[in-house]
Nanobody, 127 residues
C-alpha cells in the first residue's frame, strides 16, 4: 500500500525556518513527480513547490520563491521542503503529493493527475 507521510511541521516565529519531510513507501517512485501543497484556513489548497522525476525541473509558487527549496533524495523515497524566512501567511497544513508517470510534472503543478496524497503536517508561523 502506497503511503506518503509528512513530518517536520510545528510552531515557529516569523523569520524562522522549518524543514518538512515526506517519506514515500509501498511502491517505487522512480518516475513520479513530487510536490508540496498547502491549505490555509478558509482557503483552497494550492501548489507550493514541485520537483520532476529526474531532478531536472523545480517549480515554486511566486509567494515562496527565494525562501523555500524542494529536494528529493537519490533513492527517491524522500522529498524535502526547506522553508526559510517564514511569514505568518505561510501558516497552513502542508501536504505531500505524487503524480505517476514521466509526463505529469505540469499536471501536478495544476493540481491534476495526483495519485497519492499524504495526510498533511501543520505549520504555524507566529508574528
Amino acid at each position: 500500500q502506497v503511503q506518503l507521510v509528512e513530518s517536520g511541521g510545528g510552531l515557529v516565529q516569523a523569520g524562522g525556518s522549518l524543514r518538512l519531510s515526506c517519506a514515500a513507501s509501498g511502491g517505487t517512485f522512480n518516475s513520479h513527480t513530487m510536490g508540496w501543497f498547502r491549505q490555509a484556513p478558509g482557503k483552497e489548497r494550492e501548489i507550493v513547490a514541485a520537483i520532476s522525476w529526474d531532478f531536472g525541473s523545480t517549480y515554486y509558487t511566486d509567494s515562496v520563491k527565494g525562501r523555500f527549496s524542494i529536494s528529493r533524495d537519490i533513492a527517491k523515497t524522500m522529498v524535502y521542503l526547506q522553508m526559510n524566512g517564514l511569514k505568518p501567511e505561510d501558516t497552513a497544513v502542508y501536504y505531500c503529493a505524487a503524480a505517476t508517470g514521466y509526463n505529469n510534472y505540469y499536471a501536478l503543478i495544476r493540481g491534476e493527475a495526483i495519485n497519492y496524497w499524504g495526510k498533511g503536517t501543520l505549520v504555524t508561523v507566529s508574528s
